[in-house]
T-cell receptor, first 113, second 117 residues
Framework: AQKITQTQPGMFVQEKEAVTLDCTYD???????LFWYKQPSSGEMIFLIY??????QNATEGRYSLNFQKARKSANLVISASQLGDSAMYFC??????????FGKGTMLLVSP | GAVVSQHPSRVICKSGTSVKIECRSL??????MFWYRQFPKQSLMLMAT?????????EQGVEKDKFLINHASLTLSTLTVTSAHPEDSSFYIC?????????????FGDGTRLSIL
């Protein structure tokens, strides 16, 4: 079974609009971390935001926020006020207790003018 | 912030050549480094976990004799693709964590595009 599921292969959004990228996860470990990374066409992996399983509040980092719904095991990324430079591949990832990162298949986001 | 340097960024070489890729943590000590492989339009697949001073732990299906990993210091891990063939062509990317803490992100190098002719 997939541990991280990203159901949207591609998403389109207009500049200045908000967009939500979906991510659901599967784990039986009570302690885990959820991460979002951005990968532009150049290939580097850019860390965006982190949510711990015990965190009470949703994580926010500038224009990025994580809509964490623990009971539903979802950790959607919300990008507000999209910019052209946001066009990239976005990966959701999970780390279980002291373990390695497991990545979803990614969502390609295209921001249009 | 924490920086991971990966070198070279691109390699093009003939079949049968061995290729060495270096991964360095520039401003922190990394007891653990990770090596991933990414095919076009696919996700990152973990190949192995590299621990300083000990043997690497390889994921199922990854040939340890083909992909040699050395983690000789707290700031350097190397991946050597031995006798590379066209099917080894891929994007290889390393990452490292600076603290053994669940909420610390893995910092990634910029990756190496390997093309075997």
């Amino acid at each position: 079974a997939q541990k991280i599921t990203q159901t949207q292969p591609g998403m389109f959004v207009q500049e200045k609009e908000a967009v939500t990228l979906d991510c659901t996860y599967d784990t039986s470990d009570p302690s885990y971390g959820l991460f979002w990374y951005k990968q532009p066409s150049s290939g580097e992996m850019i860390f965006l935001i982190y949510q711990g399983s015990y965190d009470q509040q949703n994580a926010t980092e500038g224009r990025y926020s994580l809509n964490f719904q623990k009971a539903r095991k979802s950790a959607n990324l919300v990008i507000s006020a999209s910019q052209l430079g946001d066009s990239a591949m976005y990966f959701c990832a999970m780390r279980e207790r002291m373990g390695t990162l497991t990545f979803g298949k990614g969502t390609m986001l295209l921001v249009s003018p | 912030g924490a920086v991971v340097s990966q070198h070279p960024s691109r390699v093009i070489c003939k079949s049968g050549t061995s290729v060495k890729i270096e991964c360095r943590s520039l401003d922190f000590q990394a007891t653990t480094m990770f090596w991933y492989r990414q095919f076009p339009k696919q996700s990152l697949m973990l190949m192995a976990t590299s621990n300083e001073g000990s043997k690497a732990t390889y994921e199922q299906g990854v040939e340890k004799d083909k992909f040699l990993i050395n983690h000789a210091s707290l700031t350097l891990s190397t991946l050597t693709v031995t006798s590379a063939h066209p099917e080894d062509s891929s994007f290889y990317i390393c990452s490292a964590r600076d603290l053994d803490s669940d909420n610390q992100p893995q910092h990634f190098g910029d990756g190496t595009r390997l093309s075997i002719l």
